[in-house]
């Protein structure tokens, strides 16, 4: 994902950390605008939408959950993808974020890489469901969402539709841990009775015919499958 001249507004009040925010983004190519409060951010979204938003949720002004809330009941503002960053980590307040419309919940402290390479994959997913449907996951693999198609090194790979619709669902959200019966919900939901073991099965011939990027789709132990763009990462490294 091209990050050059992509607009990110960051929204911070430890002057620290957001003059580091932005310093780690413009140098991967991004424009950025920061805040220290919530309230002039809201007011700039009358006029100018960025990208994204990143935002942090102890503000001085307003709550972070508020703030997300606001932009994501707004239909002129509901689209930009929120990352939320937070102190904060017990596993309930990430639920209430996701569930008040955040893309992704990361916490302090961080790694300026994993945060990049996050917003680089939110903002793939939101060009190809804002309408393009075609999503690059690097140069040489294209999956094309309209035509049910995946491209590799140019060319054509043969997937079934049930290959391809888990490849849809992974990659909808990545680094995001499904389990199999997520997955079977997904592809069935009260239509087909299978055993949860058949996902393996599908997912074992998806990554036979993906090759030299099967490695992306990942096994985590005990509890199912994701689909993490290791790319991005390497792209941060160079």
């Excluded at 957001?18 to 310093?23: D, N, T």
Aim: hydrophobic share 40%.
């Amino acid at each position: 994902m091209e990050a050059k001249g992509k607009k990110i507004f960051v929204v911070e009040d430890e002057k620290d950390i957001l003059e580091l925010i932005r310093m780690k983004l413009e140098g991967a190519g991004f424009v950025t605008k920061g805040f220290k409060t919530a309230l002039p951010m809201l007011n700039l979204l009358k006029i100018e939408h960025p990208d994204l938003i990143i935002l942090d949720l102890m503000l001085p002004d307003l709550d972070g959950m508020e703030v997300c809330l606001r932009i994501k009941k707004d239909k002129t503002t509901s689209a930009i993808p929120i990352v939320m960053l937070t102190a904060r980590t017990d596993l309930e307040d990430k639920i209430k974020g996701l569930e008040y419309g955040a893309d992704d919940y990361v916490t302090k402290p961080f790694e300026s890489r994993e945060l990049i390479a996050r917003i680089k994959a939110i903002l793939r997913r939101s060009e190809w469901e804002n309408g393009k449907n075609v999503l690059s996951i690097t140069e040489d693999f294209i999956i094309d969402f309209n035509h049910y198609e995946v491209w590799i090194k140019g060319k054509r790979i043969d997937l079934t539709l049930t290959e391809f619709k888990i490849l849809q669902l992974l990659t909808k959200r990545p680094g995001w841990v499904y389990n199999r019966s997520q997955i079977l919900d997904y592809l069935w939901g009260n239509d087909k009775i299978v055993i949860e073991r058949t996902i393996d099965v599908h997912i074992r011939n998806l990554r036979e015919k993906l090759g030299d990027y099967a490695y992306l789709i990942r096994n985590i132990r005990g509890v199912g499958y994701q689909f993490f763009c290791e790319e991005e990462n390497d792209r941060e490294e160079e």
